[in-house]
């Protein structure tokens, strides 16, 4: 598969309304002259558009309306009423005076993939290839696999393969749950249960954005650290370094490897800089 070849993980929401889109389309039009801000809308356009029929979507440059804009304004403005200052200076407010607004949209856009379509971290397909040319065909184990994104891309990539998903669905307890189905298999199993009954079988164990409001993510990595007689696999863990995903004690106490080969199309979009490690 190449990474342009779509993955399809499923049948997405099929949400017929989406006010993120609704507020975010009108700006399309208004900008499509100026390629810097029209691009960037596309982007986020596209990535609701590809989760909510099913389809992950491409990785994403960062979601923010860079100061260098202000100049390809000024230049579209000077070229479109060279000798009109009145319609220039119009034209100028009708484009800059969105602009703060346009910014903030593009900044939360996970926000909106959140509340859509419960996905926190950015499953993109190009990660998803590399993540599937990495596990190399043998038995995955995601732990922790919340609406399992990474599981049903794996699965759409390599359909023989060994793909296990196990949560033990905390997050229909917290508040303002989501009544979203998972989009994948998930077995309800809590990570230390789904060690326990797959951990010697496979090759790869996947914990992905585990909470940062309990130590779950430390108590697993002590249980794999008292079963290493037990346990050959690679730990491969996906969230923020002492910011929005995990415990302090466990990015205290893990010791850490970035995964080159898993961090070349896993970027940061926003201000949340999530990696790939492999943990020890």
Not at 112 to 129: D, G, K, P, R
Request: proline share 5%; glycine share 4%.
């Amino acid at each position: 598969m190449t990474t342009n070849q779509t993955i399809r993980f499923g049948s997405g929401r099929q949400l017929t309304e989406i006010d993120y889109l609704s507020e975010l389309l009108p700006y399309l039009d208004r900008y499509q002259n100026i390629p810097t801000i029209k691009h960037l809308i596309e982007q986020a356009v596209a990535t609701i558009n590809d989760l909510n029929n099913g389809i992950l979507p491409s990785a994403l440059p960062t979601m923010e309306i860079p100061e260098s804009v202000v100049a390809e304004l000024e230049q579209y403005v000077l070229k479109t009423y060279p000798n009109d200052a009145t319609k220039g200076n119009a034209l100028w407010q009708t484009l800059t005076e969105p602009l703060e607004d346009v910014d903030f949209m593009l900044r939360h856009l996970r926000d909106a993939l959140i509340e859509y379509f419960s996905m926190y971290a950015y499953v993109s397909n190009a990660f998803i290839q590399d993540l599937s040319a990495y596990t190399n065909g043998l038995p995955v184990l995601e732990i922790m696999a919340g609406h399992g994104y990474i599981s049903a891309g794996l699965r759409a990539v390599a359909p023989a393969q060994t793909i296990i998903a196990t949560d033990n669905e905390d997050w229909r307890t917290q508040p303002d749950p989501t009544t979203a189905k998972p989009v994948t298999d998930v077995e309800n199993l809590d990570a230390i249960a789904a060690l326990d009954s797959y951990g010697e079988n496979v090759a790869t164990v996947i914990m992905s954005w585990a909470p940062d409001t309990t130590d779950a993510d430390w108590q697993v990595l002590q249980y794999i650290r008292d079963n290493r007689y037990r346990f050959d696999f690679d730990l491969l863990v996906i969230g923020e370094k002492d910011g929005a995903t995990d415990s302090d004690v466990f990015w205290q106490e893990a010791t850490l490897h970035e995964v080159a080969a898993l961090n070349a199309h896993h970027t940061s979009f926003d201000l949340i800089d999530e990696r790939v490690y492999v943990v020890e």
